[in-house]
């Protein structure tokens, strides 16, 4: 783990002390856990495209000419 993720994590112990900050945590990894989602997604996308132009040739039709 590095520092920075343990100086988050010691902040975030401080946090949940509270109930308020129990949900005021649980917002934010639900952000995050959102946008990696969303990070995902948009790579899955990227990746696809460029997979079919990869095998585009595969399923073109030959019409003889």
């Not at 109930?19 to 990696?36: C, D, F, N, P, T």
């Amino acid at each position: 783990m590095d520092y920075q993720t343990l100086h988050e994590v010691i902040n975030d112990l401080d946090d949940i002390i509270t109930i308020e900050g129990v949900y005021r945590l649980m917002e934010k990894y639900q952000a995050k856990l959102e946008a990696v989602e969303e990070d995902m997604v948009r790579e899955f996308g990227q990746e696809t495209d460029w997979e079919n132009e990869e095998v585009k040739h595969l399923f073109e039709m030959d019409d003889g000419a």
